[in-house]
Nanobody
């Protein structure tokens, strides 16, 4: 059974940094696609960053130049380094996994099969 467990969220002041982690387990296909999403109260879930099975990366427009997605394949951990945080980055952050290769549409929630429980990020001004 696939499990995704996020960690690393917290409260920071604007301009600060956080690194989120997502530990993945329970799947055997090494070629998969993963992404980070966020959802603020009253808003739709938004694609933040995604990596396809060839390592190609897409970022949402709101985070380009500030956030970096990376993956430790040996440890099956997905990371999201978040720098220059803004109050509008405040949201619950989720990681997601599609257990096969997908090379397009990876910033859409509908592209993913499995989701973590989320970790809260709060940025104060």
């Amino acid at each position: 059974q696939v499990q995704l467990v996020e960690s690393g969220g917290g409260s920071v002041q604007a301009g600060g940094s956080l690194r989120l982690s997502c530990a993945a387990s329970g799947y055997t296909n090494s070629r998969h696609s993963m992404g980070w999403f966020r959802q603020a109260p009253g808003k739709e879930r938004e694609g933040v960053a995604a990596m396809d099975c060839d390592g190609l990366i897409n970022y949402g427009d709101a985070v380009k130049g500030r956030f970096t997605i990376s993956q430790d394949n040996a440890e099956n951990i997905l990371y999201l380094q978040m720098n220059s945080l803004k109050p509008e980055d405040t949201a619950m952050y989720y990681c997601a996994l599609y257990p096969r290769c997908r090379w397009s549409g990876l910033l859409a929630p509908s592209a993913y099969t499995y989701w973590g429980q989320g970790t809260q990020v709060t940025v104060s001004s």
